[in-house]
């Protein structure tokens, strides 16, 4: 009988405006042409950092904040390597979900979510079928919602191979 397990991650970053040689504006791997970019030491990619928390809560083997900071010190700041690092840990487990909730005003989610899904993905090694991924802006009752920046929720579930 599998065992099944689930992980819950959440991240968040606010925006800065983008100086011409800054970072790229990039969400679940996925680059967009905007004026801003998240702030932050890495890349900022919030869904990926969402997602290797969720994995972390998973293994038990935090990445974020525990290695990424170090990581970002020696030049590493690919949220993608970051999650590369949690996925190594979890075996014997193989992911079957993942759910990704944005709370954001900006940027418009919906026109990138097939591109983002595929990203996803891609990464995780599942389907695109099992990358779920909805958007709001909450009624603007909170920073994310007003455009302060960018909140992400990542449930991940697992079963046992």
């Known amino acids: 009988m599998a065992k099944i397990k689930t992980g819950l991650g959440i991240d968040s970053h606010r925006f800065e405006l983008k100086a011409i040689e800054s970072r790229p504006f990039i969400l679940g791997g996925v680059t967009w042409d ?25 293994t038990g083997k935090t990445i ?3 290695q990424a ?25 193989a992911i079957t979900h993942i759910a990704i909730a944005l709370e954001c005003l900006r940027p418009k989610i919906d026109p990138k979510v097939p591109k983002m899904r595929a990203s996803v993905a ?32 990542a449930i991940v579930t697992v079963a046992s191979e």
Do not use: M, Q, W
């Open 122 to 153: 891609e990464l995780l090694e599942i389907p695109i079928e099992d990358v779920g991924i909805t958007a709001t802006s909450g009624e603007h009752l909170t920073d994310f919602g007003r455009g302060e920046g960018i909140y992400c929720t």
């Open 34 to 58: 905007d004026p801003l970019s998240l702030a932050g030491n890495s890349d900022a990619d919030v869904v990926l950092h969402a997602i290797t928390d969720a994995i972390s809560s998973i």
């Open 64 to 66: 974020i904040g525990a």
């Open 69 to 93: 900071d170090s990581l970002c010190s020696s030049g590493i700041t690919d949220s993608r390597e970051y999650l590369k690092l949690a996925l190594k840990d979890l075996a014997p487990y």
